[in-house]
Structures are given as C-alpha cells and as structure tokens.
Antibody, heavy 118, light 106 residues
Framework: EVQLVETGGGLIQPGGSLRLSCAAS????????MAWVRQAPGKGLECVSV???????HYADSVKGRFTISRDSSKNTLYLQMNSLRAEDTAVYYC????????????WGRGTLVTVSS | EIVLTQSPATLSLSPGERATFSCRAS??????LAWYQQKPGQAPRLLIY???NRATGIPARFRGSGSGTDFTLTISSLEPEDFAVYYC????????FGGGTKVEIK
C-alpha cells in the first residue's frame, strides 16, 4: 500500500527540539520532492519545507534557520528536525509527496501533532 | 509572498446542489494553482492541479477553471461525501495556500 506515516510529535517546551519522521511505503522517497506542511489548530495550511532531488532544500521564512529537512533513503524515511521551537509552531505536521516535481502534493500522511507550551 | 484569498468562508448547501467558490491571488499565478479537499481529522486530498486538471481518481463533478488571479472550483452536484473544507494552493512563487472554504450541509 502506498502511504506516508508521520511520528515524533508531542508536547515540548518553548526553546526545545523535536525530530519528526515520515516513513514511506509503496514508493521510494529518494529522487522525488517531499515536503512538510503544517496546520495550526483551526487554521489553514502552511508549507514549511521542501526537499528536492539532489538534496536541495527550501524553507518558509517562518522556520528558516530553525528547521532542517532531510531523508534517509536506506530507511525510506523523511525527517524534520525542529529546533528553537516557539508557541506559534504548534500545529499538525503533515508529510507530503510531490510525485510530479511541480509542487503539487498528491499523497499526504495523517499528520502528527506538535504542541509547544510551557 | 503571494496571498490567496478564498470566498466565501462558508457555503451552506444541500446535497444535489451546485457549489461554486473562489480563490483570488494577490498577483498572477498563471495557471499554477491546485485545489485540495480536507475532511475533519483527515489529511488534504489533491483534487485539481494546473487550475483545471483533475487528479487521479477525482470524479468529473469537480471542475476547476481560471487563470491569472481569479480561479473557481465548481462541484456540479454535491454528494454527501463532498461536505468538507476546500483549499487552493499556488506554486508560482514558493507554495502558499488559501484560508479555505467550508462547504456545510444546509
């Protein structure tokens, strides 16, 4: 079955760090665009990071310098390392696939909730 | 940043009715626009890409149109499973999403 499964969310204090994982099955994460998209409670969607082929990355201004996207092809898994977390980072984080390479997301995981609070 | 404004925020309709809602971009995005459907507790699902192309498995009752700054998603006859929130997304410059339109049962 083709799917994405995110893990690693939870409650974290402001200033803390967390690493999210996204395990893919039914396809390989290498050589395709992958992204993390978040949704704050009751709010819309925000693309926070994209990992292109060749390991080129792009980040939203709101997370630049704090978040790092990466992948491990041997584990077929995408990661998001989140440092210096702020209350405004509280959201459900979705992993998403861009199979066409033109920044449309055709497959999404169910998401993992990150809550930043003291 | 390209801002996408969706309207209306909420649309109250009955099954079988036609739904039409809008996405307006703060600057031209050509036809680089997609539509997603999201149901409560679920991830978004890609419906339409490049303004008017249906994604794999999307029924023909979903139709996207528009170019430049003004786009429309039309659902010709609402099925019970179509009541959800719909988001537009542009890829002209980075990736941004609209605020969503909720289609609720009247």
């Amino acid at each position: 079955e083709v799917q994405l499964v995110e893990t690693g969310g939870g409650l974290i204090q402001p200033g803390g760090s967390l690493r999210l994982s996204c395990a893919a099955s039914g396809f390989t994460v290498s050589n395709i665009y992958m992204a993390w998209v978040r949704q704050a409670p009751g709010k819309g969607l925000e693309c926070v990071s994209v990992l292109y082929t060749g390991e080129t990355t792009h980040y939203a201004d709101s997370v630049k310098g704090r978040f790092t996207i990466s992948r491990d092809s041997s584990k077929n898994t995408l990661y998001l390392q989140m440092n210096s977390l702020r209350a405004e980072d509280t959201a459900v984080y979705y992993c998403a696939r861009d199979l066409s390479g033109i920044w449309y997301f055709d497959l999404w995981g169910r998401g993992t909730l990150v809550t930043v609070s003291s | 940043e390209i801002v996408l404004t969706q309207s209306p925020a909420t649309l109250s309709l009955s099954p079988g009715e036609r739904a039409t809602f809008s996405c307006r971009a703060s600057q031209s995005v050509s036809n680089y626009l997609a539509w997603y459907q999201q149901k409560p507790g679920q991830a978004p699902r890609l419906l339409i890409y490049e303004a008017s192309n249906r994604a794999t498995g999307i029924p023909a009752r979903f139709r996207g149109s528009g170019s430049g700054t003004d786009f429309t998603l039309t659902i010709s006859s609402l099925e019970p499973e179509d009541f959800a929130v719909y988001y537009c997304q542009q890829r002209r410059k980075w990736v941004t999403f609209g605020g969503g339109t909720k289609v609720e049962i009247k």
